[in-house]
């Protein structure tokens, strides 16, 4: 894809011909966002709109590829499963969970103890992308010990202090409308509002990586959800 993995662009590496930092890349407000409802949006076309339900079982940032209109694709299907339904015979397309192990810190934590492939599994790993995606932090970041994880983390902040989470360039942005001279700009209401849609973007990062499979959304509720804070951002002005 013409704009490499949302890896690269969530966290750049050095190049390795000089040594030097590569260019800062920097993903807009609404560019994070469409990023997501992109992979919400493959989600919910393998989960319901597959004649044959698939789980991809890998779903992390290296997987999303970035086409250049920076619309998200879902990339590498060796790990993915049918599901088998329930008009099927039990004996047919099991969806074991042996020898799946997914990619630590993106694999659901019911994969560990043996539990079957599910629709669940890829909610869980795309809550923990989405919180990456705006709070710019891996799961496997080194802060996370002693029980703590991204889930926990962004759950803690929920909701009064969720700014103080958000990736960095996220956060300027924030500031910028605070102080910005421009009366639309600066608009407490205006301001307000894409706070409220941020917080609202954590809570669905944190209900999809809930422990327990059954408190996940489900991919149809995700992408609605995030499409309605895309419409109220663009409303705002936000670009």
């Known amino acids: 894809m013409v704009n490499g993995s949302l890896e690269e662009w969530l966290h750049p590496v050095p190049r390795q011909d000089d040594g030097q930092a590569e260019e800062m890349r920097k993903l807009s407000l609404?560019?994070?966002?469409?990023?997501?409802?992109?992979?919400a949006s493959a989600l919910d076309y393998l989960h319901c709109g597959c004649h044959t339900p698939m789980v991809h079982c890998d779903i992390k940032p290296s997987n999303i590829l970035l086409d250049g209109d920076m619309i998200a694709h879902v990339g590498d299907f060796g790990l993915a499963r049918f599901i088998r339904q329930a008009s099927q015979p039990s004996s047919s397309n099991q969806t074991s969970s042996i020898a799946i192990k997914?990619?630590?810190?993106?694999?659901?934590?019911?994969?560990?103890?043996?539990?079957?492939?599910?629709?669940?599994?890829?909610?869980?790993?795309?809550?923990?992308?989405?919180?990456?995606?705006?709070?710019?932090?891996?799961?496997t970041d080194d802060r996370f010990t002693n029980g703590l994880n991204l889930h926990n983390y962004a759950k803690m902040a929920l909701p009064e202090q969720v700014m103080e989470i958000l990736e960095p360039t996220l956060l300027n942005?924030?500031?910028?409308?605070?102080?910005?001279?421009?009366?639309?700009?600066?608009?407490?209401?205006?301001i307000c509002k894409v706070q409220e849609c941020l917080i609202s973007v954590v809570r669905i990062?944190?209900?999809?990586?809930?422990e327990a499979a059954r408190e996940r959304k489900q991919?149809?509720?995700?992408?609605?959800?995030?499409?309605?804070?895309?419409?109220?951002?663009?409303?705002?002005?936000v670009h």
């Not at 609404?30 to 992979?39: C, D, H």
């Not at 997914?102 to 079957?116: D, K, N, V």
């Open 102 to 139: 997914g990619s630590i810190g993106y694999a659901a934590p019911e994969y560990g103890y043996g539990a079957e492939v599910s629709t669940f599994g890829d909610m869980y790993s795309f809550g923990i992308v989405l919180l990456e995606i705006f709070t710019g932090k891996r799961p």
């Open 205 to 210: 990062g944190v209900l999809c990586s809930s």
């Open 173 to 190: 942005f924030i500031e910028e409308l605070t102080i910005t001279n421009d009366a639309r700009a600066g608009n407490p209401v205006r």
């Open 30 to 39: 609404l560019s994070r966002l469409k990023i997501a409802i992109g992979i």
């Open 219 to 237: 991919a149809s509720d995700v992408l609605r959800e995030l499409q309605l804070v895309m419409n109220i951002l663009v409303g705002t002005g």
